[in-house]
């Protein structure tokens, strides 16, 4: 079986977490303004929970059931976000893209570029059909992403997560392989690092 590989980008380097960066997650993730806006992260983020989360990416990836990317830049020594297809299903050929990015860095278009990154590797390497995402309705900068990244809107979901004491709306973009081919023109991932 051949490892998780390294995907660099335009501007990033998606490589696999190592449990090094769990301190650097749990201070970014932890933020109030990402783990608000993100339905699995707590808040406050609890010592360990990094660690045992990054423990979980190898073994997961070996079985098919997910890739977790960390984001990284040259201009930073650690990990400035995370990007995944997570609730990979085979037999229906699709997975749901999840992703966060650190304050400090919102706005210079990382989610976009490492979100790209992250269909491709799953349409062209994992051969899926279809991926989808989705994201609080008061989230509207996560729906802009997945705009960029060439998704459909499919639907608004009301009240379909509880999060901290509240049903939350929910929105569900999606975009499948051949509307991939069709609208990305630009190549989303530069090389493939195979270990
Ligand atoms: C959502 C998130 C990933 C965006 O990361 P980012 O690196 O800033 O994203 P990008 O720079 O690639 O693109 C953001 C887009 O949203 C737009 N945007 C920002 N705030 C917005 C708002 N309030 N309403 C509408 N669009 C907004 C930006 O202008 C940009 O679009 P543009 O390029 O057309 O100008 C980041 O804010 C984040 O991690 N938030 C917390 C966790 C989270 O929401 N995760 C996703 C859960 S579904």
Known sequence: MTGQPALVTDRLLLRPFTLADAPEVQRLAG?????????????????????????????????????????????????VGAVGLVEVNRRHGRAELSYWVARHCWGRGYATEAARATIEYGFSVLGLHRIYAMHFSRNPASGRVMEKCGMVHEAHLREHDWKWGVFEDVDVWGVLHDEWLERCTVPAIRECRVH
């Open 31 to 79: 933020d109030y303004e990402v783990a608000s806006h993100a339905l699995g992260i707590p808040y406050p983020y609890p010592d360990g929970a990094a660690e045992n989360w990054i423990a979980t990416h190898r073994s997961g990836f070996e079985k098919g059931m997910h890739v977790v990317y960390a984001v990284t830049c040259p201009e930073e020594q650690g990990p």
